[in-house]
Structure formats: C-alpha cells, structure tokens
C-alpha cells in the first residue's frame, strides 16, 4: 500500500527566508505528485503536480518542487517566504491518473516577522 | 465559473440528529469524494464515487451514507451512528474526459455537533 510521510508536522521559518517542506512517499510504481495548500476553514488548493516529463516543477505563489525518484520524495521549496504563505500544506499521491489518492499528514507553515 | 459548491459552511447539530451535508460539481467530472479533517490527522476518506449510482467506503465509512443519483451531486449524511461527527468535512472530484489529474475540492463545511 502506498503511503505519504511529511517530515514536521510544524515548520515556522522567517519572512524571505528559505521554505522547505518535505514529502517522501512509498509506492512500487512511479506515482503521480501533488502539493496542496489550505488556509483556515477552506478548501485544499493545488499548487503544483507531477505527473510525467521534467521532473522539477514550478507552481503557483513561486512553489516549485523536485521529484527524485531515488530518494522517493517531493519535497516542496520556495526561495523567500511571505507572511500570506503561512497555512498548511499536504503532500499526496497517486498512483493511477486520477484515482486512488493518498494524503499526507499535513505541515502547517508560519513566517515570522 | 466551474467548481464545487458546499453547503452549508457552518452547522451545528444536537447530539443523536442526523445531518445532510451537500456536495454539488458543475465540472463535468465523473469521481467524487468525501473526506473527514481532524486537527493533526489529515485527510481521511469517508465515501467515494467514480460512477452514478455506484459508491465504495472509504477508509472511515461507519455511521455515514451518502447517494450518487446524478452526476454533479453527492450528498453526505451523518447519521446517529458516527460516535464523534465534530469536525470538518470537504468534497472534492476528479476524473472525466477533461481530468488533469488532480483532485478538485470544494470549501468545506464544518459540523458541530452539541
């Protein structure tokens, strides 16, 4: 069975410094990748997803995260953080276009001032 | 504009009622899902449907039900059964001759049960 690990269930770096979430995930077949955010009592919103081709993909708010398929992670970076990245963001897979999503536990992002 | 639409956003409920959560897509996709959001837990599948009138449980399908009569509705019910309902719950789909792959999701709505 596939599952999804996010190193750090909180994470709090300052403002314009360097933000790293990390997600490694266990699966037999390559999977397909996404990265989430959610801010307080709404909805998940994609920032990014791999699913074929370069394996460094650029989203949304200046997200952009690497798939290494030897270390099985896509960990999530962006150079300098805002205060409005502060939320939680999820790490899932897939392992069929489409289907059978699995979600990690969530890391939650503050930005200090 | 495309999306999925919950409601209500916010609910409060007497212990031991049942209560209808409503999940409505106009993005033609056929997969729909339901999920529970604890504090510290992530995302747990409840429901999902990948067909009209066709539904498999999830991971945390006791003491919910749900219906998939048409396309772009899928409707939760929590019933008396489901021992700790507080918490907040988000509908998403996926899938069809336009999937890009991703899980779309609606805002949520989040029960309180008293």
């Known amino acids: ?113 | 504009d495309g999306g999925i639409t919950q409601s209500p956003k916010y609910l409060f409920r007497k212990e031991g009622q049942n209560v209808t959560l409503s999940c409505e897509q106009n993005l033609n996709h056929d997969a729909m899902y339901w999920y529970r959001q604890d504090p510290g837990q992530g995302l747990r599948l409840i429901y999902y449907s990948q067909i009209v009138n066709d539904f498999q449980k999830g991971d945390i399908a006791e003491g919910y039900s749900v219906s998939r009569e048409k396309k772009e509705s899928f409707p939760l019910t929590v019933t008396s059964a489901q021992k700790n309902p507080t918490a907040f719950y988000l509908c998403a789909s996926t899938f069809g001759p336009e999937s890009t792959g991703e899980l779309f999701f609606g805002e949520g709505s989040r029960l309180t049960v008293l």
């Open chain 1, 1 to 113: 069975a596939q599952s999804v690990t996010q190193l750090g269930s909180h994470v709090s770096v300052s403002e314009g410094a360097l933000v790293l979430l990390r997600c490694n995930y266990s699966s037999s077949v390559p999977p397909y990748l996404f990265w989430y955010v959610q801010y307080p009592n709404q909805g998940l919103q994609l920032l990014l997803k791999y699913t074929t081709g370069a394996t460094l993909v650029k989203g949304i708010n200046g997200f952009e995260a690497e798939f290494k398929k030897s270390e099985t992670s896509f960990h999530l970076t962006k150079p300098s953080a805002h205060m409005s990245d502060a939320a939680e963001y999820f790490c899932a897979v897939s392992l069929k276009y489409g289907q059978n999503f699995v979600f990690g536990p969530g890391t939650r992002l503050s930005v200090l001032p």
